[in-house]
């Protein structure tokens, strides 16, 4: 079956570039994300990129998918206290189900 | 900005109970789904939901779960007769055009 693999853990300075990797084995997945979860609280979806795109900037995000390697990237520039959270890589196809990864733990010290 | 919301945020229940998870998705949204997250473990998609029917379920989602949108502004998950394995994070999604889905903050089921 599908499957979504990314790094556990991530420790980081703060204003230093956090860069959090994750692999996909889906062919068919057309929209990859990412989602962010902060403690306590929900799922929120920070940015998409379309399987056909190789590169998509949203202020301090940067998505970088490599389609023939699978593999997904977020940059997050100018990385800020507040950006501590869990990060999940998901793979999906429009009105389908979301496969998830485990997530990574994004650490950021002041 | 619209949310999902969820109730309850916490529900505990005896093994054997049934159980009803309540979501409402954003108003304008067609799509909905139902995930879970047990503890330690990937967030797990359990079933999608458009125009009043299921589009699509996994395998855990069988014959003790059901899904219902009864009153076109709520989004149930029943789980008839819980067991302990049941335990686990609950979370609702829906989407407006089936390539964003939105999530709500999730309920917390603790089976006993």
């Known amino acids: 079956g599908e499957d979504v693999e990314q790094s556990l853990f991530l420790s980081v300075r703060e204003g230093d570039s956090s860069v959090i990797n994750c692999t996909y084995t889906d062919s068919s997945s057309t929209y990859l994300y990412w989602y962010k979860q902060e403690p306590g609280a929900g799922l929120q979806l920070l940015t998409y990129i379309f399987s056909n795109m190789d590169m998509k900037q949203d202020q301090r995000l940067t998505v970088l998918l490599n389609k023939k390697d699978k593999h997904l990237s977020l940059r997050i520039a100018d990385t800020q206290t507040g950006d501590s959270a869990i990060y999940f890589c998901v793979s999906g196809a429009a009105g389908n189900k979301l496969t998830f990864g485990g997530g990574t733990r994004v650490l950021v010290k002041p | 900005e619209p949310e999902v919301t969820q109730t309850p945020s916490h529900q505990v229940t005896q093994m054997g109970q049934e159980v009803i998870l309540r979501c409402v998705p954003i108003s304008n949204h067609l799509y909905f789904y139902w995930y879970r997250q047990i503890l330690g473990q990937k967030v797990e998609f359990l079933v999608s939901?458009?125009?009043?029917?299921?589009?699509?379920k996994s395998e855990i989602f069988d014959d003790q779960f059901s899904v219902e949108r009864p009153d076109g502004s709520n989004f149930t998950l029943k789980i008839r007769s819980t067991k302990l394995e049941d335990s686990a994070m609950y979370f609702c999604?829906?989407?407006?055009?089936?390539?964003?889905?939105?999530f709500g903050p999730g309920t917390r089921l603790t089976v006993t």
């Open positions: 939901f458009y125009n009043n029917e299921i589009s699509e």
């Open positions: 999604a829906s989407s407006r055009d089936a390539y964003e889905q939105y």
